[in-house]
């Protein structure tokens, strides 16, 4: 994750949905990369910047469920679709990251049984475009000596960075960077994210509070310290391009959630 680390995992079972790192999960973690990696000094807590957990649910036939002598280490991770057909309800169980092209194409099936219309059923949405259009975004980037902007911080180009993010949408980042080159400042410290790539988080993942934004819609939660983010300079401009009027509002709402 850039200049950071992510490194698990932990796999316990539990009673709830709502569940969270214990410090048994994090000496697990710890004591098994340490004794991974050859480091001067080994990590500790104090190490720790972010912690991630979820509950996976683990899909059994009906009438199952209450058999707890099952060894579920052994269950399937393979994701289930449960169709309703009578009120048309889709409920999704499991699903990984690796497995999301297959789950979805199984619920558009499912959605086209039902009856809604897939205006274009045979679009492949996902993957690289021809090799060409790479060719004239570098081109482009080039030109306006993109890779001038990047920060010292940074581990990569900005030109490669945008490109790995955006694919297409980057020709878009780039108009914005011509027209106004404050744009593509840094506008988080200790981060990589830019003034535009948060205009354009603004216009399409629908983000409706702080945490969508600094823990899905980007990594940022994750690779910098709460403190840190709380402190950062640009915050609250992030606040003001996502959230207009309700910045201040959303910024506290944050913040407070955070610290109960």
């Given amino acids: ?35 991974r990696l050859k480091l001067s000094k080994p990590l500790m807590t104090a190490d720790i910047i972010a912690e991630r957990c979820g ?3 683990l899909v059994v036939k ?37 497995d999301c092209i297959n789950v979805g194409n199984e619920i558009a099936r499912n959605v086209s049984a039902m009856g809604v219309r897939l205006p274009f059923p045979e679009y492949k949405w996902y993957g690289e475009p021809h090799p060409s259009v790479r060719e004239e975004y570098m081109h482009q980037a080039r030109l306006m000596n993109l890779d ?3 920060a010292p911080e940074s581990i ?40 535009c790539e948060i ?25 910098v310290r709460h403190e840190d983010i709380r402190h950062a300079e640009g915050l609250i401009e992030a606040c003001e391009i996502l959230f207009g009027d309700q910045a201040r509002e959303k910024y506290e709402e944050y913040f407070k959630n955070r610290s109960e």
Avoid at 18 to 33: G, P
Avoid at 161 to 189: C, H, N, S
Avoid at 199 to 221: G, N, P, V, Y
């Fill in 1 to 35: 994750m850039g200049v950071r680390t992510c490194i698990g995992t932990t796999d316990n079972r539990v009673n709830s949905p709502f569940t969270e790192v214990s410090a048994a999960d994090r000496q697990f973690v710890l004591d098994n990369i340490n004794k």
């Fill in 156 to 195: 990569e180009t900005l030109s490669t960075r945008l490109w790995r993010r955006y694919d297409q949408q980057a020709f878009e980042l780039l108009a914005t960077i011509r027209e106004d080159p404050r744009q593509a400042e840094v506008l988080i410290k200790g981060t990589d994210y830019i003034r």
């Fill in 55 to 57: 509950v996976r649910p």
């Fill in 62 to 98: 009906t009438g199952d469920a209450s058999d707890n002598t099952r060894d579920w280490l052994q269950m399937s991770r393979k994701h289930e679709i449960d169709v309703n057909w009578d009120s048309t309800h889709l409920s999704i169980f499991g699903g990984k990251l690796t």
């Fill in 199 to 223: 205009r354009l988080a603004r216009h399409q993942e629908m983000i409706t509070r702080l945490e969508d934004f600094l823990r899905r819609r980007s990594k940022i939660a994750l690779v």
């Fill in 148 to 150: 001038s902007y990047t």
